[in-house]
């Protein structure tokens, strides 16, 4: 596949999933339809050039694909077809107004994609299992990379896509929007899947660069759009607030020659102040609500730092005492890990080391960032041999080239 | 339209004595479930079955049959009885499964038939 091919895959293939499967209600069936037409494009596209709209090519050519299909398979039942001749009939220009009323029903939720996300947010899926529908159907991550964001061994995650897929099939899963009695209960899951798209973007499993500027803008469209259709649920406006303070760092991660720069040595000048002057207006709108939630500490965390000027001047008690409350919240190691950090910033590393220390280390022997914060700390409280050790092992889990040679350089200053 | 079977399921143990006031509640309150479901067209089939205690599992290998006593799971939780129903799609059989869960105040599995 090329490069500017891969990046219409990118940017489009979710999109064209989630329309197909509003279209034909099938998961396979929709998914197997884009693929081929990625396959088409992979051929014709080197000799034509890539058309005006992708997307759309993309798009028509799976529809026609699928029809193609259910036309071959008798097997299949007609509500398929009829299905889509209800919607592409309404996408013609000479449609019958009365059938705007059946998109109506449909058109609860307006983008395709968000959708679907409700739609994978099953009650029936466990929520592993939703998180990871989503990210492969919507944010058309990799198998490995969604493994890499759970933390879990690849083969483990694709049997969890497939059951998950499976089970929606054998149950008779209606590709409906839910209920509003519904819909906030679905919202949990459809956040954690956001954010986890977002922090995938933020830190890329692979490729070249640090950062997949795509998907962390993916996520905060689909944050931005959430946070629009569900304007009373505060831990959505918490997610994108959260979203748009971590965003405002970036230009800041990188150094000119594409090397990785740590929050404790960011230039705050390159922070961009739009996007924090929109976050913290959000987290405003939140705590005058008060109904707080993981995602609102975490983004009122994330509004602390984007406070400080340089980061010594950062309130290092206010983060430690937020990250007290979201333990309450949720209790999870890598909250725990980020909560030593900051403590290790608060009372100096040996402080850091012993929150550390209360952390289970087989929950996140896995974890890249758990090895690398605790090697710093270690060199910080002159444990040398520690540290190297500790780098050593945070450079065997990094699959980012620019995160390695950042922990290689670590290793290599002790 | 899909079949979902809705079975309950509770301790091995479970013995109903129908003369207790909690046994008439819960006929009761299964009895009205019952009649909702085909006042909807959604019942197929339903029976309550007698305790695992009950059960013998029957094995066929090459024309020798042999029977054993007991049921063929010996775990501590049994499935005490079931309804097989019709329902447009999961949402709508899992609705329905709330309502015999209540019914029978107790936990129910849904699991969609083949076909």
Redesign the interface.
């Known amino acids: 596949m090329t490069d500017p091919l891969d990046e219409v895959f990118r940017s489009e293939a979710g999109r064209c999933t989630a329309t197909l499967i509003r279209v034909f209600g099938d998961i396979d069936l929709a998914e197997d339809a884009v693929a081929e037409a990625f396959a088409i494009a992979a051929e014709g596209w080197p000799k034509t050039g890539i058309p005006p709209n992708p997307g759309g090519w993309i798009t028509t050519t799976a529809r026609n694909r699928a029809i193609d299909r259910l036309r071959r398979e008798s097997t299949r039942s007609e509500r398929h077809l009829a299905s889509h001749r209800l919607h592409t009939e309404s996408m013609e220009p000479d449609h019958k107004p009365e059938l705007d009323r059946l998109d109506d029903f449909v058109d609860v939720v307006a983008d395709d994609q968000l959708r679907l996300m409700f739609l994978c947010a099953h009650p029936a899926l466990a929520v592993d299992a939703q998180v990871a529908l989503i990210l492969r159907l919507l944010g058309c991550l990799e198998t490995s990379e969604i493994a890499k964001a759970f933390v879990v061994p690849e083969a483990t995650m694709a049997q969890r896509i497939v059951r998950a897929k499976r089970k929606l099939h054998d149950n008779h899963a209606s590709y409906r929007i839910p209920r509003a009695a519904e819909l906030s209960d679905r919202l949990a899951a459809v956040l954690a899947a956001i954010y986890l798209i977002y922090t995938e973007g933020h830190t890329a499993t692979s490729g070249r660069t640090l950062m997949r500027t795509d998907l962390s803008s993916e996520a905060i469209r689909l944050g931005r759009t959430l946070a629009e259709l569900m304007p009373d649920e505060s831990e959505a406006i918490g997610l994108l607030a959260l979203m748009l303070l971590t965003e405002s760092r970036r230009p800041a991660r990188t150094a000119a020659d594409g090397t990785m720069v740590r929050l404790a040595d960011q230039d705050c000048t390159r922070w961009d102040r739009d996007l924090i002057g929109e976050g913290h207006e959000l987290v405003r709108a939140c705590l005058r609500r008060n109904q707080p939630g993981p995602f609102q500490i975490q983004a009122a965390i994330a509004a602390v730092y984007a406070d400080a000027a340089t980061a010594e001047a950062t309130d290092w008690s206010q983060i430690v005492s937020l990250y007290d409350q979201l333990s309450v919240l949720r209790s999870n190691p890598v909250i725990a890990l980020n909560r030593s950090v900051a403590v290790a910033e608060l009372h100096g590393p040996a402080g850091g080391l012993a929150a550390l220390a209360e952390i289970d280390p087989a929950s996140l022997d896995n974890y890249q960032p758990y090895h690398a914060a605790r090697a710093d700390l270690l060199a910080r409280a002159g444990h040398q041999q520690e540290a190297v050790a500790a780098y050593e092992r945070a450079i065997e889990l990094t699959t980012n080239p620019v995160e390695r040679d950042f922990l290689v350089r670590q290793r290599a200053a002790l | 339209m899909?079949q979902y079977l809705i079975s309950v399921w509770h301790d091995d143990t479970f013995e109903v004595d129908f003369t207790t006031p909690d046994a008439q509640r819960l006929a009761a309150q299964v009895g009205a479930f019952n009649e909702e479901l085909m006042e909807a067209g959604a019942w197929v089939f339903a029976a309550g079955l007698h305790p695992a205690a009950s059960a013998t599992v029957v094995r066929s290998s090459g024309g020798d049959v042999s029977m054993t006593d007991g049921p063929y799971a010996e775990t501590k939780e049994q499935m005490g009885g079931f309804w097989m129903i019709e329902a447009?799609?999961?949402?709508a059989?899992?609705e329905w499964a709330a309502k015999g869960a209540a019914a029978c105040e107790g936990p129910v599995e849904?699991r969609?038939a083949q076909g």
């Open positions: 899909p447009v799609d999961l949402d059989a899992l849904v969609p």
